[in-house]
């Protein structure tokens, strides 16, 4: 007698699968974004965000009726001759100096500092403009010799403008505030004596005009404050009384005698 049991197995003919619930959160999503972020950040930590130096060029502002813009600067020496100040060389150079362009007089020139304040202590110098002796007006019928005719050279008078002579018209300064948001200046004045190696200071006044020529205020009376105007790129100058200077006269600069 068979008693075994049958079984029967049946082998499916095509493909089967089993899905299983299993739980995935994808941590990693948008990763890659936050390390661009992250290398953004430490890369203008090192380096900085950059900035624009581009450079704007500012003109000296119009005044009068017909839009002028002629800027002009007279320099004043000290003569002890004379005890007075004049708008010469020749308290410094002689005649054949200037004539002849010596050395000394060649490698001399004014400096014009500008800074962002009139106080000393804190005051950052951020650009100076460079008036050379060889630029200027002439001074005529000066003696050279008993045995030449007289003969025309350079005087410290500087006639600037867009024609005229460019040097030192003017200011080149940031065309953006986002890096340094200055829009004023105080502008002073020196001399440098190429003869002996020197600086000579300048100051807005002769100090015989002074009650007390040995004692005054500086922050007044070595600066002109100069205001940049930024939405036609012009300047203007002022005394320390805050009235415009330069408006067809000259912006006088005489010698400082340290007592």
Same mark, same amino acid.
């Given at each position: 007698? $068979?008693?075994?049991?049958?079984?029967?197995?049946?082998?499916?003919?095509?493909?089967?699968?089993?899905?299983?619930?299993?739980?995935?959160?994808? $941590?990693?999503? %948008?990763?890659?974004?936050?390390?661009?972020?992250?290398?953004?950040?430490?890369? *203008?930590?090192?380096?900085?965000?950059?900035?624009?130096? *581009?450079?704007?060029?500012?003109?000296?502002? *119009?005044?009068?009726?017909?839009?002028?813009?002629?800027?002009?600067?007279?320099?004043?020496?000290?003569?002890?001759?004379? #005890?007075?100040?004049?708008?010469?060389?020749? #308290?410094?150079?002689?005649?054949?100096? @200037?004539?002849?362009?010596?050395?000394?007089?060649?490698?001399?020139?004014?400096?014009?500092?500008?800074?962002?304040?009139?106080?000393?202590?804190?005051?950052?110098?951020?650009?100076?403009? @460079?008036?050379?002796?060889?630029?200027?007006?002439? *001074?005529? %019928?000066?003696?050279?010799?008993?045995?030449?005719?007289?003969?025309?050279?350079?005087?410290?008078?500087?006639?600037?403008?867009?024609?005229?002579?460019?040097? %030192?018209?003017?200011?080149?300064?940031?065309?953006?505030?986002?890096?340094?948001?200055?829009?004023?200046?105080?502008? #002073?004045?020196?001399?440098? $004596?190429?003869?002996?190696?020197?600086?000579?200071?300048?100051?807005?006044?002769?100090?015989?005009?002074?009650?007390?020529?040995?004692?005054?205020?500086?922050?007044?009376?070595?600066?002109?404050?100069?205001?940049?105007?930024?939405?036609?790129?012009?300047?203007?100058?002022?005394?320390?009384?805050?009235?415009?200077?330069?408006?067809? #006269?000259?912006?006088?600069?005489?010698?400082?005698?340290?007592?």
């Amino acid at each position: 007698m $068979d008693v075994s049991n049958k079984i029967y197995l049946k082998l499916p003919t095509t493909n089967q699968t089993i899905n299983v619930p299993i739980e995935i959160k994808w $941590d990693f999503y %948008g990763q890659q974004d936050s390390i661009d972020l992250w290398e953004k950040d430490v890369l *203008e930590e090192v380096i900085g965000i950059p900035k624009d130096f *581009e450079i704007a060029r500012f003109a000296h502002h *119009e005044y009068g009726n017909n839009g002028l813009t002629q800027l002009n600067y007279d320099f004043y020496f000290y003569s002890a001759n004379s #005890t007075t100040w004049v708008n010469n060389y020749q #308290t410094i150079f002689s005649v054949n100096e @200037i004539f002849y362009r010596a050395n000394s007089f060649k490698k001399s020139f004014f400096k014009l500092d500008f800074y962002n304040s009139a106080d000393t202590k804190s005051q950052i110098n951020y650009f100076t403009i @460079i008036l050379p002796t060889n630029l200027g007006t002439t *001074e005529n %019928g000066v003696t050279l010799s008993n045995l030449l005719p007289n003969v025309n050279i350079k005087k410290p008078s500087f006639y600037l403008d867009y024609i005229l002579e460019k040097e %030192g018209f003017f200011i080149y300064w940031l065309r953006y505030r986002d890096f340094l948001n200055i829009d004023t200046f105080y502008m #002073t004045a020196k001399f440098f $004596d190429g003869k002996n190696g020197e600086f000579i200071k300048m100051m807005t006044v002769p100090q015989n005009t002074l009650s007390n020529p040995n004692l005054f205020d500086g922050s007044n009376l070595f600066y002109y404050k100069v205001q940049l105007d930024y939405n036609d790129k012009t300047y203007k100058i002022y005394d320390y009384l805050n009235n415009r200077v330069g408006e067809g #006269t000259p912006i006088n600069w005489y010698q400082y005698n340290n007592p």
